[in-house]
């Protein structure tokens, strides 16, 4: 049974960074070297036959991975593992579930990545890299090539009502954008089919171009109700079969942001997922052949951030926008600074002298060389996309990027150990 205490105290151990805040204990960096859902990819790699360094720590497994042909992953966007172990302890129904799709052995926590948002976290799971070698460094970035700051997620223009997947008009190859081999071009190459699960909107998106590169076979669904039973009759057609499932559910994260972290809403949609997931999976005639892995796990968390600084419209925050090419990018719970030349130490003062109870900082010469982005041969666009200073809000705060996001309840792409620790829940069947 793995050690979920002994897991969680590592992960936390983990100081990459010492921030000049004295909040800095309330921070969890990216575990790259084994337990972040990085990891979770080089492991599926592993198991199915492709040679890859820093899969998932043998905690995970309590020892060694089991020994299976078929793997199937299944992310619930913005299911925290605090939020679950609290929902688990108040709710019998839904420890009863978990304790089903385990085995018993509970859930194990990882960590997201920095910034722990869907633009960086779902290309760590098809890339099996992390952001600083892709370079999907976050919801917006500056890029270079256009000169503008992009919109990842939805591959447009950040600023203005551009149409999604709009950047390809102005030059930027959503297929080119990342040239790192997918986790379906390294399973190609063995020749293991890769089967993905995705909502029908998102296929083709700039985002699903970047992640989705390679031979897949796609089993598109319209709604919750059809995801389900898709992924029923999925498993039952590759039973026996050595391959990989990845499924992806966006709607945990949607009603997160509307309604709040701990709202009953947020817990209603978890406890919904997670009792149709059961009712899937442990149902012997959908595809159970004793050979396959059932992994379920989350991109990040989510934790509500009433606190908004309003730096774009409060002239308290002069000091910092006048220093400021551009608006930030990234996520408003992790922000990249592009600054004037010349500028970055008066920055730094005005956020220790204002700010420290509620923003840290660090250069980006200090986060590269620490790791905070991952390690090895990095991006060559890196310096460029993280700009000159990052900042980082502590729980419950945000820097507001436009009005219309005031409207968002909870939120994530911070450092908190709520936005920052995921949840891994593994069986065979």
């Keep these: 049974m793995p050690d979920a205490a002994k897991i969680e105290a590592t992960i936390r151990a983990n100081r990459l960074l010492k921030l000049p805040v004295a909040w800095d204990d309330e921070i969890i960096y990216p575990y790259y070297d084994g337990l972040s859902i990085m990891n979770v990819s080089r492991s599926v790699l592993n198991l199915l036959g492709v040679t890859t360094s820093a899969p998932l720590s043998a905690d995970v497994w309590d020892g060694t991975p089991p020994d299976v042909d078929r793997v199937v992953l299944i992310v619930l966007d913005g299911l925290g593992y605090q939020f679950l172990h609290n929902l688990c302890a108040e709710d019998a129904t839904v420890a009863a579930i978990v304790a089903d799709l385990t085995g018993g052995h509970g859930i194990a926590p990882l960590t997201s990545v920095a910034p722990s948002t869907t633009a960086a976290a779902l290309p760590a799971y098809w890339l099996a890299q992390p952001p600083g070698r892709s370079g999907m460094l976050g919801t917006v970035q500056f890029l270079?090539?256009?000169?503008?700051?992009?919109?990842?997620?939805?591959?447009?223009?950040?600023?203005?009502?551009?149409?999604h997947g709009s950047l390809e008009s102005w030059g930027v190859d959503a297929e080119q954008f990342v040239t790192l081999p997918t986790v379906a071009n390294q399973l190609n190459a063995v020749d293991v089919p890769v089967h993905i699960m995705v909502d029908r909107a998102l296929f083709g998106s700039g985002l699903s171009k970047i992640m989705h590169r390679g031979n897949v076979n796609s089993a598109l669904h319209l709604g919750q109700s059809d995801l389900y039973l898709r992924l029923a009759g999925l498993l039952r057609d590759t039973a026996g079969q050595r391959c990989y499932i990845s499924a992806y559910n966006p709607a945990f994260d949607s009603v997160s942001h509307a309604y709040g972290a701990d709202s009953l809403q947020?817990?209603?949609e978890a406890r919904m997922q997670l009792q149709n997931l059961h009712a899937v999976l442990r149902d012997p005639a959908n595809g159970h052949d004793g050979r396959t892995l059932v992994m379920i796990a989350a991109d990040h968390g989510h934790a509500d951030a009433p606190n908004l600084l309003d730096i774009q419209r409060d002239a308290a925050y002069a000091p910092l926008t006048d220093a400021m090419r551009c608006n930030f990018g990234a996520e408003e719970r992790l922000a990249y600074l592009y600054l004037r030349e010349g500028t970055k130490a008066a920055v730094i003062d005005f956020l220790r002298e204002t700010l420290?109870?509620?923003?840290?900082?660090?250069?980006?010469?200090?986060?590269?060389?620490?790791?905070l982005f991952g390690t090895g041969d990095l991006h060559a666009e890196i310096s460029h996309r993280v700009g000159d200073l990052i900042a980082i809000p502590r729980m419950g705060t945000r820097l507001m990027a436009a009005p219309h996001t005031a409207r968002m309840v909870s939120a994530h792409g911070g450092l908190s150990s709520r936005e920052m620790m995921v949840p891994l829940l593994w069986h065979t069947i």
């Design 144 to 163: 270079r090539q256009p000169s503008l700051l992009a919109d990842i997620l939805f591959f447009r223009p950040a600023e203005g009502g551009h149409p």
């Design 266 to 268: 947020a817990k209603h």
């Design 356 to 371: 420290a109870d509620r923003v840290a900082w660090v250069t980006r010469e200090e986060a590269l060389a620490a790791g």
